[in-house]
Nanobody
Framework: QVQLVESGGGLVQPGGSLRLSCQHS????????MGWYRQAPGKQRELVAT???????EYADSVKGRSTISRDNHMKTVSLQMNSLKPEDTAVYYC?????????WGQGTHITVDY
């Protein structure tokens, strides 16, 4: 059974920074695609950033230039560093993985950007 467990998140002021981490466990040694999606209240879930094994990060336009996705394949983790946070970044952030066409999701972690 594959599990994705997120850490990080919380309340941050506008202009601040936050780092999310996610670790996958289970039968998959090296998840081919890992990344992050988010869902704001009343909106659909949207891609934030993804990173394939050996690839480059792909980012949504809304976070490009102020976010960096990275992964540690040995530790089975993916991280998302977000800077210059805006109120519109407020959402539940979900860790995502894909291996052999099967999607995996974490439980989600909240980020609230507010004073």
């Amino acid at each position: 059974q594959v599990q994705l467990v997120e850490s990080g998140g919380g309340l941050v002021q506008p202009g601040g920074s936050l780092r999310l981490s996610c670790q996958h466990s289970g039968s998959i040694f090296n998840m081919y695609v890992m990344g992050w999606y988010r869902q704001a209240p009343g909106k659909q879930r949207e891609l934030v950033a993804t990173l394939k094994v050996g690839g480059r990060g792909e980012y949504a336009d809304s976070v490009k230039g102020r976010s960096t996705i990275s992964r540690d394949n040995h530790m089975k983790t993916v991280s998302l560093q977000m800077n210059s946070l805006k109120p519109e970044d407020t959402a539940v952030y979900y860790c995502y993985g894909n291996q052999d066409g099967v999607n995996y999701w974490g439980q989600g972690t909240h980020i609230t950007v507010d004073y």
